[in-house]
């Protein structure tokens, strides 16, 4: 049964009363915001602003910092053990406060990687993570976007691209903007590597922030913009949403 279903909300009430408070708020912050915000982005950047400000880690879906730092380990582990080497340059899409990006900064040579995020806010904690870890030597780019055309990023010049619990979060136009656009920055072997919040039944959302998607959806609108994927069935079990990973047609 989806989460918008009335009876599945009542009967969850049921099971956790102690989360209705909490979910009520968030109703009313986020209503506000969407009302206040011309678009998904720029409601989603408030959002960050909002959850940031209560907790970095938290913010990125870590409610704690061990969490923080198993989920960051579980990232870096799966690409390692699917074919990311220290050469490799790489762009990671919603790169928040370096979970993840702490770890391949070290790994990839220095200047190899490139994060990008639509908020600013979680970018501040990102320049913190890296004093933190003592990483500044490492020379990473870490880049504010409005969007996901990445137009100020050079052709053919990224070995890997990755997006962790990104479109967990967009609509299906952000996603297919990213699609339209990311090809062209990445190198023709080079290839893409996203997680979704997968679901077998109707496609569906909460609150404009969590988005459900069948698998075929986004491989078939990942084919009409010159993309080949395959669903990463090894991923299965390790995170509670599941993961794709796109090369280029003929690459």
């Not at 198993?70 to 582990?77: C, I, K, P, T, V």
């Not at 340059?89 to 702490?102: K, Q, T, Y």
Request: glycine share 8%; hydrophobic share 35%.
């Amino acid at each position: 049964m989806k989460r918008t279903n009335p009876l599945h909300q009542i009967q969850y009430a049921i099971r956790h009363p102690d989360r209705i408070v909490p979910h009520v708020r968030r109703l009313a912050r986020d209503t506000w915001y969407r009302l206040r915000t011309p678009d998904h982005i720029a409601y989603y950047r408030a959002v960050m602003k909002s959850d940031t400000a209560r907790s970095p880690e938290g913010a990125v879906g870590s409610h704690s910092h061990k969490r923080w730092l198993a989920l960051g380990q579980l990232q870096f582990d799966y690409l390692v053990e699917h074919g990311l080497k220290p050469e490799h340059r790489m762009l990671e899409i919603g790169c928040g406060n370096l979970r993840a990006g702490r770890l391949f900064i070290d790994y990839l040579h220095t200047g190899n990687y490139y994060g990008i995020d639509i908020s600013p806010d979680i970018l501040f904690e990102a320049q913190a993570t890296l004093e933190r870890y003592g990483l500044a030597a490492k020379l990473p780019h870490l880049t504010p976007v409005r969007d996901l055309r990445l137009g100020f990023l050079p052709d053919d010049h990224f070995d890997v691209v990755h997006a962790h619990s990104v479109f967990s979060h967009s609509p299906l136009e952000v996603i297919e903007e990213c699609f339209a656009h990311v090809g062209r920055v990445m190198k023709r072997d080079g290839w893409f590597d996203f997680t979704f919040d997968r679901t077998e039944g109707k496609e569906h959302q909460v609150l404009r922030e969590d988005f459900y998607y069948r698998t075929e959806t986004l491989l078939d609108l990942a084919a009409r913009h010159g993309f080949r994927g395959e669903f990463m069935q090894d991923w299965e079990g390790r995170h509670k949403q599941s993961k794709i990973r796109l090369r280029l047609a003929g690459g």
